[in-house]
């Protein structure tokens, strides 16, 4: 079935290390994105992706890297520079890029928690 | 930054009834978009509605939108049970396919 898959749900961390988080999406979609969640708030953008080998920063980017290296994936690093990063991870896609954003496709979630 | 703020934060009801949630946004849009998620669940996409249509129909679901007042509600008719769970308005600002959203509502409907 097509869709966005999210690994791992549940994530546990030790303060000081980095963590990636996996997203792979077989629609085919060319934009892709992560937001951020915390309990009782709406969805923070961290970084998006319109195309392959190309990323720009969202909102709230400081702490975060990630790369685009092919169409289907795109994993994001929590580093050890992100002051809080307890949060559940969001990831999904649109099948375009350009013009108006359509429908977005989501994952999941990963739980990140630091111990 | 938070583009959508949706009112209000909780909304509680029994089966049955209509439920109407309010979203207002700050700058002009090329579109809004409404999402459902149940609790630790990620977001499901409801309807999207486009700057020049004042409203839509999906279902139980009814979109209005004012762009004269930055604001569109979410009306769910004849609430079940299984509509419970948080909703967030989303708005395509036009700066770079993306989607920015609100803070949502919480739904709970009573049996």
């Known amino acids: 079935d097509g869709g966005i898959t999210q690994s791992p749900k549940y ?54 890297s990630v ?48 111990l | 930054s938070q583009q959508g703020e949706e009112d209000p934060q909780a909304l509680s009801i029994q089966e049955g009834e209509n439920a109407t949630m309010n979203c207002s946004y700050k700058t002009s ?3 809004l978009q409404w999402y459902r998620q149940n609790s630790g669940r990620g977001l499901v996409h409801l309807i999207l509605i486009r700057s020049n249509e004042r409203e839509k129909h999906s279902g139980r679901l009814r979109v209005t939108l004012d762009t004269s007042k930055k604001s569109s509600s979410l009306l769910i008719t004849a609430s079940r049970a299984a509509d419970t769970a948080s ?10 396919n993306k989607l920015i959203f609100g803070a949502g509502t919480r739904l709970a409907v009573h049996p």
């Open chain 1, 11 to 64: 994530l546990f961390r030790k303060e000081g290390q980095n963590v990636t988080l996996s997203c792979e999406q077989n629609l085919n979609h060319d934009a892709m994105y992560w937001y951020r969640q915390d309990p009782g708030q709406g969805l923070r953008l961290i970084y998006y992706s319109q195309i392959v080998n190309d990323f720009q920063k969202g909102d709230i980017a400081e702490g975060y």
């Open chain 1, 67 to 114: 790369s685009r290296e092919k169409k289907e994936s795109f994993p994001l690093t929590v580093t050890s520079a992100q002051k809080n990063p307890t949060a559940f991870y969001l990831c999904a896609s649109s099948p375009r890029a350009g013009g108006d954003t359509g429908e977005l496709f989501f994952g999941e979630g990963s739980r990140l928690t630091v």
């Open chain 2, 29 to 31: 849009i090329n579109n």
């Open chain 2, 87 to 96: 909703y967030f308005c989303a708005t395509d600002a036009g700066s770079g």
